[in-house]
């Protein structure tokens, strides 16, 4: 009885294994398609991950990645114990927070503001002409800035000096540093972050506001009691990335813009870790920094799905 | 969607007048700095440096053009950029498409597995160091082809490229299939001529980021003749090394039919960035699209 119970398992287990062959065979026309481009997923973006052990390793060049020695949580003390990384951590999460405040109200104003203008064709250029700045590196945007925020030719400074004050070296000044890092990413960002809201609006029902017409509210009523209310949802959704991608700072950003002159406000995260592992070569240093970054901003990742899906069956997979 | 019946009311017609105002305002806030930049190009050192609001240059001169256009590390870096363009659009389209197309399909064994390990990699990575030292291992420093392999596919455009394959109706590739084609062929000859929108909407989005990349080419690339376009424009711009500019010496004293290194930098943006600037109205619309798709559950 038992020997035939087990053949019979491996009979099953078997013509199951048989089955799967089969269904692959099936379509080896699509695996053809398919696997050179899980290859790439894995050479390009799984291997990498193995390099994470370096995070308790000390790194020795001669030993590569698998000789060199274990050391436990030394680098995570020492990033913690050191001075840069704790700045570079409070630094990020004070911009993210500064971006969030201002950052994440402006589109929608934008839109609210668009949404209500009666000349199609303004809007239109208008739309067009905020989109602009998306389609740009940083690299050329930082170059373009100097030039504005410069202290003797630039703009601001020409508009601050007309009122009284003295010229001002933003990118030099640590007062003055985020408030540039913070003005310019609203600047780059909200034309392309309205597109979200002005697509929410375009699908608000026409009728609720003809209703609203007929019973004689002012359009500042019907913004209040249509238009605000249907965009909860869209504003609630966005809220919850915004805040998920607290720990992500803007490397594109703030690496082109800071000098050692700012390091003490500029300096984040991503541009510590740059700078301890590419300039330094403190590679064990650098791969627990970045392992650190991104375990918290996967969990943060995490529970944004989980709280996006609760509140309406929306998430990102 | 004028819906108002009626006149409109003293406080509705100020608002609206307020609000084209604003958004006026905004615009141009939103085009000053490129048309400022735009207008340092054309001056000559002297109106350059002067404050005050510009729009016009007061007295314009090419030679800032000039001495960028006969800078032959500009020219290196136009061809690298274009080549990479070029090149690494054409695959990443090329494989977004054959990742995204078996993916679309409900029968394929184990899709939801294949489907996870590709998305868990828009989530998490090895990190900068890690990656780096693959790269240094698998021979890609200082190789063209570092610029365009490791974003090969980006997760995110996969998606959207499957989820159009997805709301393609399936009759015609089942007839296909029944006629004796493969999978290969029904791709080819079916599904790619039906999704000629989505294909020319991902190559824009894979060819812009690849115009405005950067900072692989900073990070994997030493040689200055495989360097693109934006970091030499950011060597010139923001590190101000000389050794990249290569250009007149300015003397401040004579300041005679000279340029000053804003100038440069400034004509030199500009080269960088005119061919964005002209085709970006055409294509913006392209992207809107991608972000209102991309909102809806991917």
């Keep these: 009885m038992q020997t035939q119970a087990s053949v019979g398992r491996d009979t099953v287990k078997r013509s199951r294994f048989a089955l799967w062959i089969k269904s692959y065979w099936k379509h080896r026309y699509l695996f053809l398609m398919l696997w050179p481009c899980m290859l790439y997923f894995f050479v390009f973006k799984y291997l990498p991950m193995y390099g994470l052990v370096l995070a308790f390793k000390e790194y020795r060049f001669l030993d590569g990645i698998m000789g060199s020695p274990w050391v436990g949580l030394d680098n ?242 | 969607m004028s819906l108002s019946i009626g006149k409109k009311s003293f406080g509705e017609k100020s608002f609206d007048v307020f609000n084209v105002v604003i958004l006026g305002l905004f615009a141009l806030t939103a085009v000053y700095p490129f048309i400022h930049v735009l207008s340092i190009s054309f001056s000559t050192p002297a109106a350059a440096n002067t404050y005050g609001l510009k729009l016009i240059p007061k007295e314009a001169t090419l030679e800032g053009y000039r001495q960028v256009l006969n800078n032959p590390l500009i020219w290196t870096g136009y061809a690298n950029t274009i080549a990479r363009t070029i090149a690494g659009t054409f695959l990443n389209v090329v494989f977004s498409v054959l990742c995204a197309y078996p993916l679309s399909k409900k029968y394929l064994p184990n899709r939801n597995v294949y489907t996870l390990l590709i998305v868990f990699t828009m989530f998490f990575s090895g990190g900068l160091i890690p990656t780096y030292l693959l790269m240094k291992d698998l021979g890609l420093l200082d190789n063209r082809l570092v610029l365009i392999l490791p974003g090969l596919i980006s997760p995110f455009t996969m998606i959207i490229v499957r989820n159009f394959f997805m709301s393609l109706p399936e009759e015609i590739e089942e007839s296909a299939k029944i006629d004796g084609a493969n999978d290969l062929r029904v791709l080819f000859s079916i599904v790619i001529p039906m999704s ?102 991917g």
């Design chain 1, 76 to 317: 995570f003390r020492d990033l913690f114990g050191g001075r840069e990384f704790p700045r570079a951590l409070r630094n990020t999460l004070i911009l993210s927070s500064y971006k969030l405040i201002f950052g994440f109200p402006a589109p929608i104003v934008l839109a609210l503001l668009l949404n209500e203008l009666r000349l199609m064709l303004f809007k239109r250029v208008v739309q067009t002409l905020s989109y602009l700045p998306h389609f740009l590196s940083w690299v050329v945007l930082t170059g373009i800035f100097m030039e504005i925020f410069s202290p003797t030719r630039g703009i601001i400074n020409y508009i601050i000096s007309e009122l009284g004050g003295t010229p001002i070296f933003f990118f030099g000044d640590k007062n003055w540093f985020r408030t540039l890092l913070v003005s310019t990413e609203v600047w780059k960002s909200v034309g392309w972050g309205s597109i979200i809201y002005l697509a929410a609006l375009s699908n608000i029902d026409p009728t609720l506001y003809e209703a609203a017409v007929v019973d004689g509210a002012s359009r500042w009523r019907q913004m209040w009691h249509i238009t605000l209310p249907s965009l909860v949802p869209v504003v609630t959704i966005m809220f919850i990335f915004a805040v998920g991608g607290i720990i992500n700072d803007d490397f594109d950003q703030i690496f082109n813009f800071y000098n050692p002159a700012v390091y003490e406000v500029g300096d984040v995260l991503s541009t510590y870790t740059y700078r301890i592992g590419i300039t330094e070569m403190e590679y064990g240093l650098a791969t627990a920094s970045g392992l650190f970054i991104n375990s918290i901003a996967f969990v943060l990742i995490l529970i944004t799905n989980f709280l996006t899906k609760r509140l309406n069956n929306y998430g990102i997979w």
């Design chain 2, 196 to 297: 000629k929108p989505i294909i020319a909407t991902i190559a824009l989005w894979y060819a812009v980021s690849h115009w405005n990349a950067w900072f692989d080419a900073l990070l994997y690339l030493s040689d200055p003749n495989k360097m693109v376009l934006q970091t030499i424009l950011r060597k010139i711009v923001i590190e101000g090394s000389s050794q990249f500019q290569n250009f007149d010496t300015y003397d401040p004293v004579s300041n005679t039919n000279a340029v000053t290194p804003d100038i440069i930098k400034a004509a030199t943006i500009m080269v960088a960035t005119i061919p964005i600037i002209c085709v970006y109205p055409f294509i913006q619309k392209y992207f809107v699209k991608g972000v209102i798709v991309g909102s809806l559950k």
